[in-house]
């Protein structure tokens, strides 16, 4: 029987923060009731980490994650890209589209790339087989996105945006139980009060954060370890 786990390094917590305490201070948290997609959540037993981008919508009471990858290097060979992981586990999944977050979240990205393979077996990265590479470079930030076609024949124009604009973080490290058939999300708006550390939580960039903060979100990041 566990009884608990003081000094013990464990995969993820309920703790604001997570285990990997990414809110210096505890944050404000949103009213809940958030309900997300059981299809959206990382792959038991991995762990849809404290300070994730999620977009919350306030009607319909539902959350959506918007993952994100910091590249550690890129096979241009065999179409692999290599990905940071943390002790919260494998996000991907085969069949994810990803793309280069670049400074615009409103503008379309030229490059996707389909999720075809992944190799987990390492504990600080994972390896991901994909259509193509082109475009990728070492340190870039990758995200899930969504194609979206308007128009007919010559009149048809597709782009590729980031999945959601974010309008918040994850509270605690989230986790979907084989059994599960619901989950609710807790998610946080503020924390201003002390540091919100980035080092320490899913990768952000300038646009990610410009994101956050026009959707009214407050947060005070810092670069500490």
Partial sequence: MRTGTINNYIKFSKNFGGVRKCYEGKPTIAVGGFSCDTTLMPAYPNVMAAGTLVYADEQARTIVPLYTFKVKSVDSTNSKITIEKYETGTIAKVGMKLIAVGDDLTQ??????????????????????????????????????????????????????????????????????????????????????????????????????????????????SNRK
């Fill in 108 to 221: 379309s990205a030229t490059n996707v790339y389909t999720v075809s393979a992944i190799d987990s077996s390492a504990d600080d990265v994972d390896v991901l087989t994909v259509d193509a590479v082109t475009g990728v470079t070492e340190g870039a930030v990758l995200a899930e996105c969504v194609t979206t076609t308007t128009g007919e024949g010559n009149d048809a124009v597709t782009t590729n945006l980031v999945k959601v604009i974010p309008n918040g973080l994850t509270y605690c490290d989230n986790v979907l139980d084989p059994d599960a058939y619901a989950i609710d999300i807790d998610y946080i708006w503020n924390c201003m009060e002390k540091p919100v550390l980035e080092r320490r939580m899913p990768p952000l960039t300038a646009s990610l954060k410009k994101a956050l903060r026009d959707n009214e979100c407050y947060f005070r990041f």
